[in-house]
């Protein structure tokens, strides 16, 4: 049964060919000969998923053409390309699966059901228009960041002739009335007040100076589309805030001048219905064959009384009550399972460093698709964090042997109590917040790591002077 | 997105009580265009027809297990620029379904050893798929040679077998599907006979459920039936690709059931080994006493040292085994993901991560180390690895098809419940009194 060598493309080549001189070698030296297993390839490509990309596809919104995107061909044309890069893993998602398993078996195509996600590794910012318009975000209560802030309004103010929105808090604040000579600046700069004003059309760009809260008021602010975001950290380097201060001036141009990386960090949509939450006993009437699963929910005529879009996480607690919190969780409409403890955390990639990491969960690059499930202190001994794909839809209900409510709050902010019949629902918002990246996109997530929780950082162990004496005790 | 009447949160559509109007065509639900359409065989995302219709309509999905395709204009005049060679089209997982070219004509069994109370199932299954199935039956040799399946009726059942032995003949072209008897090594099994493309797999577990056993032996002639007529769901296990590269310091025995890869040297200083793994890759101390000492390099980049036991490098589908007995969360097989856990780090914080499914690892020893380290794939295959040697490892192209027996998401979470009794604890009960606190 021997496989045969079948002609393919480039890199496989040498290797089959290696194989089948190795065997000869190996049979030379007087083993006795028995079938080696020689694999036999495909034909097929399976990286060149051509049935997918027929028939009605959903494409993205409309984009704007650029210059750089001038070619148009089709995806499915340039697949000799894209099979190369997929032998080398390059797609940040993975490479391509085989469609074709075994002999006779393959997927069944589905075009209306593909999906076409711009590789995270490839993704670049353009400009349709430039950009006229730029809302600063300072930390307030932070005195150091008054000099930078200054030097920040006064470039882009007079240097490049912008827009600048800041806050009214922001403006107002005493010590910087207090400068004469930045008043002339500040007369210019354009004001809004939070939770009034709506300037989520108004804004092309966002510069956030001084730690991740910025950047999690910045998503606040924008409960749709997000202009970019730059974030800089003065003093230590941030989780969301990769760039430097002392640079700023080169590193605004350059992201002026377009083609800067981003990486796109989802955001949870969230929604609290209230009321009307119906368990089992009351629907058994309603249905035909009586046959209903534990708790399923088949009728809700809620209100939907807060709808946000999140970048950390969803926090569900006991709140001030002393009595364990006891909150049912349901994934696509099935109880997965329920929280007995101080609460659980829903986050995102992005919020898995943050209160889901001192919860004990394992902490997720953000271009990984998934939404990670955290009790706080469970009180059970086998409640591990979970960690789910991006496109399931969570719900979260107070039990029905529940002795006190529950407290919901989102990226820290907005708490609200939940009462029976409430209930949370949580999905992946279309709507990430585009962060522009400093170096590299993957691998700035590490550098963060270590900077700022100190990620393995432990004393090395040394080398032995001498390898052969076992008696070594030291470590 | 609720905007058409199946959802299953609301039987009316949900638009008038939309306080956020919907800003893209992203986000109106046009980005599930299926829904309302007759398309190919509209089917429940259960595979499998159950008495209990109604029920499963109630939990078809609603929406891509990959999240909804983030909107690319950011603001006013901001948008991501288009790169149509950098753009992937991924099958929505939840409606990945399974189609035959030609009707399935040999299947693979592959059955646990050493338990007695898999053999009357095991012949069973055999006497259905050769007699009113009509289909070659393969079976690894010492499956067959069992002295206790030896007996009178068995024995002409046995003619229609093809038997093959393991690492000697390579049956990757001969099986168009596999059945697994008896426990989720059956599926590591399976996975370590092809190296490329796996052909589906159906596993069925006798007793308990297991993680990768979904299916019930009692019901096994319908559902064997049922796959063979196509459209059955399944779920894309992904697997690792490891190349162990060691430099050539002796001659050794050539290992099996691996491609030997050279880079064209006669005598080659390197020598390259390629495996696809299911479950983990695992790099640790061997039996030596001293901390392993182990750099960890992501896209060629020196990302941490491991100062321990060691680290499990794994899949999703591997993140329950044993990086869940390591402290790792547990990932859901649809999400596409690495996962890297230490054993027994010698640290305070080294936390394990998640990567995305398409960089590129490399584990190496350090300068420093004081000893060598041992690798193993899967629990097998176990090697020495000393210092000058890697072994790289990245996403396979080639996944393992599980065939599922209702959905990849409601599956999982079966079986997190029945094997590791996730959360499962005495549940608190409710107060009669609201007075009496105490």
Not at chain 1, 224 to 232: D, E, K, L, Q
Request: hydrophobic content about 35%; glycine content about 6%; overall charge neutral.
């Amino acid at each position: 049964m021997e496989g045969m060598e079948d002609e393919l493309p480039s890199t496989k080549a040498e290797e089959g060919g290696s194989s089948k001189r190795s065997q000869r070698h190996q049979e030379r030296q007087g083993k006795l000969p028995r079938r080696r297993k020689e694999v036999k390839r495909s034909l097929r490509r399976p990286d060149c998923p051509e049935h997918l990309s027929g028939g009605s596809v959903h494409r993205l919104p409309e984009q704007h053409e650029s210059e750089a995107s001038a070619s148009t061909e089709d995806t499915a044309e340039s697949c000799p390309k894209r099979w190369d890069r997929c032998r080398r893993g390059h797609f940040l998602h993975g490479p391509y699966p085989a469609t074709h398993f075994g002999p006779k078996a393959c997927i069944l195509p589905n075009p209306t059901s593909v999906m076409h996600i711009q590789d995270p590794a490839s993704q670049r910012l353009t400009w349709s228009k430039p950009p006229l318009n730029v809302l600063v975000i300072r930390k307030i209560r932070d005195e150091t960041l008054l000099e930078p802030f200054k030097e920040l309004c006064r470039f882009l103010v007079e240097e490049k002739h912008l827009m600048v929105y800041v806050e009214k808090k922001v403006v107002d604040d005493g010590s910087l009335m207090k400068d004469e000579s930045f008043s002339a600046i500040r007369n210019q700069l354009c004001t809004f007040r939070e939770g009034y004003d709506d300037i989520s059309d108004c804004i092309d760009l966002i510069i956030c100076l001084g730690g991740d809260g910025t950047l999690l008021y910045a998503s606040s602010l924008f409960q749709g589309s997000v202009p970019p975001v730059m974030a800089f950290h003065l003093g230590s380097l941030g989780f969301l805030t990769p760039f430097k201060f002392e640079s700023f001036k080169t590193e605004v141009d350059k992201v002026f001048e377009g083609n800067a990386a981003i990486i796109l960090r989802s955001r949870l949509k969230v929604k609290v219905v209230k009321g009307m939450f119906q368990t089992n006993e009351q629907l058994i009437s309603t249905q035909e064959n009586g046959i209903v699963p534990h708790n399923h929910i088949n009728n809700e005529a809620g209100k939907i009384t807060l709808q946000l879009q999140v970048l950390n996480e969803v926090v569900v607690d006991r709140g001030p009550s002393s009595y364990l919190s006891n909150v049912d969780l349901y994934l696509d409409g099935r109880l997965i399972t329920s929280v007995q403890g101080d609460g659980v955390i829903v986050s995102t990639p992005t919020g898995s460093t943050a209160y889901a990491a001192a919860a004990g969960a394992s902490m997720i690059h953000p271009n990984v698709p998934a939404i990670m499930v955290t009790p706080i202190c469970p009180h059970s001994l086998s409640f591990r964090p979970i960690v789910v794909p991006a496109g399931v839809e969570l719900m979260i209900t107070l039990s029905p042997d529940a002795r006190n409510t529950a407290w919901v709050s989102f990226d820290g902010r907005k708490r609200q109590e939940i009462q029976h019949g409430d209930s949370i629902k949580i999905t992946t918002s279309c709507f990430p917040v585009p962060s522009i990246c400093c170096h590299d996109l993957v691998y700035d997530w590490f550098d963060s790591l270590a900077q700022c929780l100190h990620w393995n950082v432990r004393k090395k162990q040394t080398r032995l002077t001498d390898a052969s004496d076992s008696s070594e005790t030291e470590n | 997105m609720e905007t058409s009447g199946e959802s299953k949160w609301t039987l009316k559509s949900d638009a008038s009580s939309e306080p956020f109007p919907k800003c893209c065509s992203a986000c109106d639900g046009s980005e599930e265009p299926f829904r309302g359409k007759v398309f190919r065989n509209r089917t429940k995302t259960r595979s499998m027809s159950t008495p209990s219709a109604h029920c499963s309509a109630k939990f078809r999905r609603t929406q891509s297990l990959h999240g909804p395709s983030p909107v690319t204009t950011f603001g006013p005049k901001a948008c991501m620029l288009k790169n149509p060679k950098a753009v992937m089209h991924i099958q929505d997982p939840a409606s990945q379904r399974l189609t035959w070219n030609k009707p399935p004509k040999s299947v693979l069994i592959i059955k646990k050893i050493r338990d007695a109370s898999l053999l009357q199932p095991f012949k069973d299954l055999c006497v259905f798929l050769t007699q009113q199935k009509n289909m070659i039956v393969y079976v690894e040799r010492k499956v067959i040679e069992d002295p206790a399946i030896a007996n009178e009726s068995f024995v002409s059942v046995k003619k229609n077998f093809c038997t093959f032995r393991e690492d000697y003949d390579d049956i990757s072209n001969c099986v168009d599907f596999i059945i697994c008897l008896g426990g989720d090594g059956t599926l590591l099994y399976a996975s370590s006979l092809f190296q490329e493309s796996v052909p589906p797999v159906m596993a069925f577990h006798l007793g308990s459920l297991g993680f990768l056993t979904p299916f019930n032996f009692d019901t096994y002639q319908s559902q064997v039936n049922q796959v063979i007529e196509g459209n059955a769901a399944i779920i894309l296990r992904s697997r690792l690709e490891v190349k162990v590269v060691k430099e050539c310091r002796e001659k050794g025995p050539v290992e099996e059931s691996s491609l030997i890869i050279t880079n064209g040297d006669s005598e080659p200083k390197h020598k390259t080994m390629q495996y696809q793994v299911l479950n983990e890759v695992v790099v640790d101390r061997g039996p030596s006493s001293y901390l392993s000492n182990l750099d960890l390099f992501l896209d060629g980049h020196l990302i941490t040292t491991v100062q321990g036991d060691g680290v499990i490098v794994s899949t999703p589908t591997g993140s329950t085994a044993y990086a869940v007995a390591a402290g790792a969360s547990m990932i859901h097989p649809n999400v596409p993901a690495i996962m890297i856990t230490p054993i027994c780090p010698h640290s305070l914080s080294f936390r394990p991560i998640v990567v995305p499914a398409g960089v590129k690892l490399k584990i190496m020893l350090t300068r420093d180390a004081r000893n060598t380290a041992w690798v193993s794939l899967d629990g097998r295959k176990r090697q020495e690895i000393a210092y000058g040697d890697s072994i790289t490892i990245t996403s396979s192209c080639f996944p393992v098809p599980s065939i599922c027996f209702r959905d990849p998401v409601n599956d999982w979470f079966e079986s997190l419940a029945q094997c590791l009794h996730w959360n499962v604890r005495k549940k608190q009960s409710h107060l009669s009194s609201e007075e009496d606190e105490f």
